[in-house]
Each structure stands twice: as C-alpha cells, then as structure tokens.
C-alpha cells in the first residue's frame, strides 16, 4: 500500500496548505530533531510526524469536522495510537490564533521525549 500513497504524499508535501507551511517553515523544521512531512504511516499520510519521539501532528480543516471526517479520524488515530503513536490534533484556526501556543505545546512533549 505505501507504494500507491508515495504520488499522494509527494503532492500533499509540494502543495501545503497555509496552517501546514506556517507550522513547518516557522517551527517544526527548526526543532533540533527530524520532523517529516506528509509521511506514510499504513494506510495513511501524517501531516507530520517525529519519529524520536514517536509524535503525530495533525493539522485539521473543516473537512474534519462533518460526522464522516469526524468518524475517519477516530479509526485513524486508533490505529496509530496502536503502534505506540501519540496524535496532536490542531485545527486551522488554532494555528491562526495561537500559534505559539501550539508550539510551546509541541515542543514540551517533543523535548521530555527526546531529551534535549
């Protein structure tokens, strides 16, 4: 399966959305741990994803937010959370309105996890 997600995550990482671009360039890409985008984990693609520190960030559209998305997420995160992942999920406008938030938060749990 992870095959025929590679072209999906390819395209997902060259066409970022703005929340997605604001929290890579101006955060998780200067953290001094490796942070991947769009990475194939399964059957599906992370938004990002730490591998140190066993994190999974999502970044969450209002596509998300309908009784089916809502639905898929819970499937999604069940299964990553049963290989010992733990899932952040942020929405859009978190990231519009409290950014350093967010990322104070990320780094707390990046940083007790990875040890630096």
């Not at 969450?60 to 049963?82: C, V």
Request: proline fraction near 2%; charge should be neutral.
């Amino acid at each position: 399966m992870q095959n025929k997600l590679t072209p999906n995550a390819r395209t997902l990482r060259r066409n970022m959305t703005k929340e997605e671009k604001h929290l890579w360039f101006d955060f998780l890409r200067t953290l001094p741990v490796t942070v991947n985008r769009q990475k194939i984990i399964g059957n599906y693609i992370v938004d990002f994803y730490c591998d140190k520190a066993k994190l999974v960030i999502e970044l969450d559209g209002s596509q998300h937010y309908t009784a089916e998305g809502k639905k898929n997420d819970e499937e999604r995160d069940r299964f990553l959370e049963n290989l010992g992942l733990t899932v952040l999920r942020y929405s859009d406008h978190e990231i519009n309105s409290a950014f350093t938030a967010v990322c104070d938060t990320i780094y707390v749990i990046i940083k007790e996890r990875c040890g630096f």
